[in-house]
């Protein structure tokens, strides 16, 4: 009879950024860790994002002369966070978050890339950052993983890869879009596109990491290096209690486990880092804005991101925040209609029938020549402002009993140039999306609109009254391009504004874009050592969150980009040192029971 009971120093669930940011910090200091996953894969959420995380005044930026000090970074945190703002926990990640960086980039495989030409999402914010607050982990070869733990990596998410292979933001993105029209891109296109075919060949998946799952992959390593113990397919069924001087104390968990059941006892404590819930239907009912039905949304974090860590919590007597600005980590996405096996065979699900994929509109809204209208064939944003804003904006325009979405509108050169969602730029093709019925397309903005039953008046009103302006480079009504972070995302070849553009010649294409989200922010309220407040706000005994599990210290805002990652990773790694610092207080007193 296999053994069901087994013991650890500290058991932690779910296994992105903040699951092994936490995994890794208490394995280094020599506790016996297991991670466990739901999913048959490593790396959640993570793993499918674009990687980068807001660390303000990290290592890497002061050694490229960017120094800043703290009062910089409170400023605009308050100004953007009002009365949200917590200060014992931006306190606490304003401290450890430069230091997790450094902990992990000099004890551990995980080597971060700067991100100083960054800016915050809300320039004119006062304290507003132009760039040096975000890191990004460097790319990674997946070969220097063990083939048991490789297999168990999560792949890139299919919608922004190409053919399978991940592509990173900055230079790497740069190429691929300018390939026709550079030598040198071309030669970086063709180098990495050959390599790529040879990794599929040989090792059936992308080995030239990057963003996400290079952050995973990394951090794998490091995990693999320690001796973590990493568990697929066993999600966490209940928590295990028993008395302790000061009430309650959560002491283990309980898995399903391929094997069966199985009990993970806890010495130190459990760390809750499932994921959030952003593919829990009844809590999106009940949390997020105009969800009748709790199904009209679409996450792009993996379906396993179902609230098991929040229900975990509250099991033990944690309380879920619910007065959040929003519940929800917005992000434009449209719906992906895959029907090619070709597809499912590259990212390992083999055949299926057809999958809606979601695809997240980040770049693409802030390149000059593109604009977003609703149904009424008017504005509503600026194009180029943050994910998070144009999905909020979205949400306000619409009027209450219509459909949240909004169309993006292009021409034939923007979408050549650029692309649009999943559509590439040249030389890829792309006719096939609009037989798909991804893409609509018309000679004149009249048959555009008549394709996507917007208000072609509304529509042809609008264009007409942008492109007034569009030719000097201008956008009086939203400002578009008046921003750092907009210009950043523009195009810096295209003057004088690097955002704005006409759309002055047919034929015109258009995309659905409708309500996604990164995430959720509405998880376990927490204190700034990450330990799980009870209904009295006092910490629960043994009990950690972080990640999206943990409510969001940014008090449901989007500051910026990477507010996601860079806590989960920060609070993840105060969570283990709580727990190291925990241990080494008891066993001065010779009790080997942490508190």
Known sequence: MPDTQHHFDLVIIGSGAAGLSAAVTAAYHGLKVVVVEKASTLGGATAWSGGWMWVPRNFLARDAGIHEDAATIRTYLRHELGERYDPARIDAFLEYAPRMVEFFHHKTALKFAGGNAIADIHGNTPGAGTGGRSVIAAPFDGRELSRETLNKLRHTMPETAFLGMPIQAGADLKAFLTCMRSAT??????????????????????????????????????????????????????????????????????????????????????????????????????????TPSGKEHWPLPPPSTTGDGLRLGESAGGQVADDLYSAVAWAPVSLVPWKSSAQDKIHGRGRQQERIGHFPHIIDRAKPGIIAVLSNGKRFVNEAGGYYDYVDAMIKAVPEGEEVCSWLICTHRFQRRYG??????????????????????????????????????????????????????????????????????????????????????????????????????????????AQVLDAQAAPITGLYAAGTDMASIMGGYYPAGGINLGPAMTFGHIAALHAIRQTLATRTEDAHDCR
């Not at 290096?225 to 028993?242: C, F, H, Q, T, W």
């Not at 040249?426 to 798909?436: E, G, L, S």
């Not at 018309?442 to 009103?461: F, K, Q, W």
């Not at 553009?501 to 874009?513: H, N, Q, S, T």
Request: proline letters at 7%; aromatic letters at 8%; one cysteine or more.
């Open 185 to 290: 891109s071309l030669w970086h296109v063709s180098k990495r596109f050959t390599r790529h075919l040879y990794d599929l060949a040989r090792y059936g998946r992308a080995m030239q990491l990057v963003n996400g799952v290079a952050l995973v992959g990394r951090l794998a390593k490091s995990a693999e290096e320690l001796g973590v113990d990493m568990r697929v397919n066993s999600p966490a069924i209940r928590l295990l209690k028993e008395d302790h001087h000061n009430g309650a104390k959560v002491s283990g968990v309980v898995i399903d486990s391929p094997e069966g059941e199985q009990t993970l006892h806890a010495r130190c404590g459990v760390i809750l880092a499932a994921g959030g819930f952003p593919w829990d239907i009844e809590r999106r009912r009940a949390l997020f804005p105009r």
């Open 420 to 529: 649009i969602g999943i559509t590439r730029p040249a030389p890829v093709p792309f006719k096939h999306w609009i037989k798909k019925g991804y893409l609509k397309a018309g000679n004149s903005l009249r048959e555009l609109a008549a394709a996507c039953a917007i208000d072609p008046d509304g529509l042809e009103a609008t264009v007409a009254e942008y492109n007034r302006h569009a030719v000097q480079g201008e956008d009086p009504q939203f400002g578009r391009g008046s921003t750092p972070y907009n210009r950043k995302n523009g195009d810096p070849k295209h003057g004088p504004n690097p955002c704005v553009a006409a759309l002055d010649e047919g034929p015109f294409y258009a995309i659905k874009v409708v309500p996604g989200s990164f995430g959720t922010f509405a998880g376990l309220k927490t204190n700034e050592h």
